[in-house]
């Protein structure tokens, strides 16, 4: 079957560095996304890796290996605002995204 | 303002009764997705369509039903809701290169 897996919930400290984990099992592979999701909201885009290594964009940084079948988002300089569930998707054969649970991610002062 | 307009963001109502959830994009996406979202699960597909005309069935479809007559409006359908359904619903849509979804703000649905 098809599997992603992130941890359930992760603490950082604000101004710190956190990295949020994704392995993944899929028929295929087409893409991996994240997007982040703040409570009672809709989920937003945060970034698509297709190729291996790191794409940077300003704080937020994903990672991505496919051999290993695994990614991380890596977010800098914490800010009370990136409280939230960060969700890893991977497109598989079928262009079809299977999704993980979600991470969610608590900032304390 | 562009974007996916849901309706409504509430519901509550009683088992049995029929329900639609409203969808609808103004940037000319082609492909539009219903999601429910459940506490410790991933965000999973009902149904979805590729164009309009077209529909397909998700990964857990049974018990809904969509229609795609337009580009524009992608509405999903409970026939006889079930307390099971009581979830939040996430319509979306893309049309970027990338696969970049956009999504709704949301329908929270509980079925008593």
């Known amino acids: 079957g098809q599997n992603i897996d992130q941890p359930t919930e992760m603490t950082a400290t604000e101004g710190a560095i956190v990295q949020i984990n994704c392995t993944y099992q899929?028929?295929?592979?087409?893409?991996l996304f994240w997007y982040q999701q703040h409570a009672g909201e809709a989920p937003t885009f945060l970034s698509y890796?297709?190729l291996d290594g790191l794409e940077e964009k300003g704080r937020f940084s994903s990672f991505l290996s496919r051999s290993k079948g695994y990614s991380y988002l890596l977010l800098k300089e914490l800010q009370m605002k990136d409280s939230a569930s960060y969700l890893c998707?991977?497109?598989?054969?079928?262009?079809?995204?299977?999704w993980g649970a979600g991470t969610k991610l608590i900032i304390k002062p | 303002i562009a974007g996916i307009t849901q309706a409504p963001t509430s519901q509550i109502l009683a088992a049995g009764r029929r329900m639609t959830l409203r969808c609808t994009q103004d940037?000319?996406?082609?492909?539009m997705y219903w999601y429910r979202q459940d506490l410790g699960l991933g965000l999973r597909l009902i149904h979805y369509?590729?164009?309009?005309?077209?529909?397909g069935k998700g990964e857990v479809p049974d018990g809904y039903s969509v229609s795609r007559a337009n580009t524009d409006d992608f509405p999903l359908t409970l026939a006889s809701a079930v307390p099971s359904q009581t979830s939040v619903y996430f319509c979306?849509?893309?049309?970027?290169?990338?696969?970049?979804?956009?999504f709704g703000e949301g329908s929270r649905l509980t079925v008593l």
């Open positions: 979306a849509s893309t049309g970027g290169q990338t696969g970049e979804l956009f």
């Open positions: 940037m000319r996406h082609n492909a």
């Open positions: 369509s590729n164009t309009a005309g077209t529909t």
């Open positions: 899929t028929s295929g592979f087409n893409g």
């Open positions: 890796n297709v």
């Open positions: 998707a991977v497109m598989d054969s079928n262009y079809q995204l299977i």
